[in-house]
């Protein structure tokens, strides 16, 4: 059994800042990729930020500059820095984890439940 539990998300007002955690647990083996990714009302799920175990960055073009991911390999966590906030980055975040646990030999895709980030006055 394999959980992402998410924590840091809430109310800020525009210009703040927020740092979202996400923590797997379980028989982990390996974890490959980690994100995060965000839904707003009546959109679809897309893509924030990426970061491989080696530290490989991605990020969508509308958080460069201003959201910040890492990774704690040890922990089996992945941080998201959120600064300069908008109220355009308001939406619903989910933490991503390719991995692989004991008991499978392939790496899936496993999400946690989703923390809401609302940038507000």
């Known amino acids: 059994q394999v959980q992402l539990v998410e924590s840091g998300g809430g109310l800020v007002q525009p210009g703040g800042s927020l740092r979202l955690s996400c923590a797997a647990s379980?028989?982990?083996?390996?974890?490959?990729?980690m994100g995060w990714y965000r839904q707003g009302p009546g959109e679809q799920r897309d893509l924030v930020a990426t970061?491989?175990?080696?530290?490989?960055?991605n990020y969508a073009n509308s958080v460069k500059g201003r959201f910040t991911i890492s990774r704690d390999n040890a922990k089996n966590t992945v941080y998201l820095q959120m600064n300069s906030l908008r109220p355009e980055d308001t939406a619903v975040y989910y933490c991503?984890?390719?991995?692989?646990?004991?008991?499978?030999?392939?790496?899936?895709?496993?999400w946690g439940q989703g923390t809401q980030v609302t940038v507000s006055s």
């Open positions: 991503n984890a390719g991995l692989r646990t004991y008991a499978r030999s392939s790496y899936i895709d496993y």
């Open positions: 379980g028989s982990i083996f390996s974890i490959n990729a």
């Open positions: 970061i491989t175990p080696g530290g490989i960055l």
